[in-house]
């Protein structure tokens, strides 16, 4: 390439059809000649480029480090990329994006031709695969933590609730009874955040991506070891689509909390969560065989809850004995 004068370097179908832009400069930074494809670039018209400066081509604040960056090229000219590592830019319309940019000596070291490329998709792309790596890292984190809170943390706690639990019938004095239960409802209480915790951690931000189904069954799943079956999930309706975000985690709340009651209190062999959506109102009902409503009526405090996230949407919420044996949850609310 060194035999051929500029126009015909310029003319050239190598030239036109490289995917980099393509300068030829000389010892002054003064631009010989362009490809199309440089012009496209900079965002400068044909034949714009030629007799400009190769300095102004980058953002101005770079400029006099860019002009000695050349300078020591010049000194001691060879195929080599310019600035490797010290992350160069040019400059498009007064926007600024990343180049790498390889350099070749011609003419005996006193033309310049420089090959440039818009790096800005592969950087793109390189903080995607950062981001990706993060998002893993993290989230292996907190299943990690999420695994020592429920291997660890839950089943102690619940050991603990269900050791007071069987000294109550030992108790005579009935002020350390009320306390003694007052500790086991605040035992139910924090085993049922450290469950929320758990389920925000492994789940995090994909939760969402497998719809409001599979986020229900996988809350009923974590309970089985604590119930010593799994529970029945069923649905009715269009679930997924039909029900607004913003009653998911009321939703969510409603199975967690409801199923932690059942494995504290009821004793029971089986449960059923069913979940409709019907004529603009979605209703869920937590059933159980055990042996229904505790007697102590602080035992039921921790509904109060879900009273609350029913009320905060337009809708109900009621505990009750089933006719059929056990317990009977049925919460709902307006989804129109």
């Known amino acids: ?21 393509l ?11 362009a490809n199309g494809h440089a012009h496209a670039l900079f965002g400068v018209p044909e034949d714009g480029l030629i007799g400009a400066s190769v300095d102004d081509l980058v953002p101005p604040d770079v ?8 300078a020591g090229f010049e000194s001691a000219p060879r195929r080599r990329s310019m600035g490797a590592g010290q992350g160069l830019f040019g400059r498009r319309d007064d926007i ?7 350099l070749s000596p011609l003419a005996g070291g006193s033309l310049t031709l420089a090959a440039v490329r818009d790096m800005s998709e592969s950087r793109a792309t390189e903080q995607r695969l950062v981001e990706a790596t993060r998002r893993r890292l993290l989230a292996e984190d907190h299943e990690r933590i ?29 002020e350390v009874a009320r ?15 450290i469950r929320t915790l758990i389920f925000d951690m492994a789940s995090g931000p994909s939760r969402d991506n497998g719809g409001l189904r599979a986020r229900l069954v996988e809350i009923a799943a974590t309970f089985t070891p604590s119930l010593g079956f799994e529970p029945a999930v069923t649905f009715r309706g269009p679930i997924d689509s039909g029900v607004p975000h913003v009653h998911h985690d009321h939703l969510a709340a409603v199975v967690r909390e409801g199923l932690a009651n059942v494995a504290r209190h009821a004793d029971a062999s089986s449960a059923t969560v069913s979940v409709v959506l019907s004529d603009g109102v979605v209703t869920i009902r937590i059933n159980d065989d055990g042996r229904g409503l505790p ?34 949850l049925r919460w709902s609310a307006p989804v129109e």
Request: aromatic share 4%; hydrophobic share 45%.
């Open 1 to 21: 390439m060194t035999g051929l004068t500029l126009n015909e370097l310029a003319a050239g179908e190598v030239w036109e059809a490289s995917p980099d832009g």
């Open 23 to 33: 300068l030829v400069v000389d010892n002054d930074g003064i631009i010989r000649a």
């Open 63 to 70: 400029a006099k480090a860019h002009a000695a960056l050349r």
């Open 96 to 102: 600024t994006f990343p180049v790498n940019i390889a």
């Open 146 to 174: 999420a695994r020592d809170l429920h291997d660890t943390v839950i089943q102690e706690l619940f050991a603990l609730g269900m050791s007071l639990q069987a000294t109550l019938p030992f108790v005579t004095e009935d």
């Open 179 to 193: 306390r003694i239960d007052g500790s086991v409802n605040t035992l139910d209480e924090v085993i049922l955040s």
């Open 295 to 328: 007697d102590v009526a602080g035992r039921r405090s921790g509904l109060a809850n879900l009273v609350a996230r029913a009320l905060e949407v337009g809708g109900t919420c009621e505990v009750a004995g089933d006719p059929e044996g056990g317990t009977l």
